[in-house]
């Protein structure tokens, strides 16, 4: 990569240089790391896989505090690794350990509450109990709303169940040229015109 002999903001080769060096010497530590992390998390799953031995043995009772604390407090230990050093299937580890209450921020009014994950890749939408309630109420007046509209939410006349459209007071009129005339065909409801003009 070539440079000019000074950059617009005084930075000389050297200096641009020597910045270069400095990034490409933390990639190659970070990415040392990055697998040095990796080694560290497949020896920690031999040790408890060893270690859980005892609890993989038919009958025997499965330690459920200690399950919750890897699950929940521990992230570094993989969730695969830890079913698999106690017998147990993901979906029966999830169900073993619960949810986690923790703590956040209401995204309807920001006031603290608290909310439950049910898994670690599990992320709710915060809301208090008071938002949930209201959201609820809203919900089931929607719901009594649509029921009770006789035309299934639409404005009277404007859907394919409309009284008139039903009964052929539209379509017998003869044609549909007469949906763009000033006034309806002889014979059809003024309750329920058709659409306006485009």
Excluded at 93 to 121: F, H
Excluded at 172 to 193: L, Q, R
């Amino acid at each position: 990569m070539s440079v000019s002999a000074e950059t617009s903001d005084g930075i000389d080769d050297e200096d641009f240089a020597t910045a270069l060096q400095a990034l490409d010497t933390a990639t190659r530590d970070l990415e040392a790391a990055k697998r040095a992390i990796v080694r560290a998390k497949d020896e920690l799953a031999v040790t408890l896989f060893l270690a859980a031995r005892p609890y993989r043995a038919e009958g025997a009772s499965l330690p459920l505090g200690s399950l919750r604390t890897l699950y929940w407090e521990r992230p570094e230990v993989r969730v695969r690794d830890i079913a698999r050093a106690f017998g147990v299937r993901l979906g029966e580890l999830t169900e073993l350990v619960g949810p986690r209450s923790e703590p956040g921020i209401c995204t309807d009014c920001d006031t603290d509450t608290e909310v439950a994950r049910r898994s670690r890749t599990h992320r709710p939408v915060a809301r208090c109990p008071p938002c949930v309630e209201e959201r609820r109420r809203r919900d089931r007046l929607r719901r009594e709303h649509e029921q009770h509209e006789p035309w299934g939410g639409s404005e009277p006349g404007w859907g394919d169940s409309a009284p008139g459209w039903d009964h052929g007071e539209y379509r017998d009129a003869g044609s549909w040229s007469w949906i763009f005339a000033d006034e309806p065909p002889v014979g059809t409801s003024p309750a329920y015109p058709p659409p306006p003009r485009p």
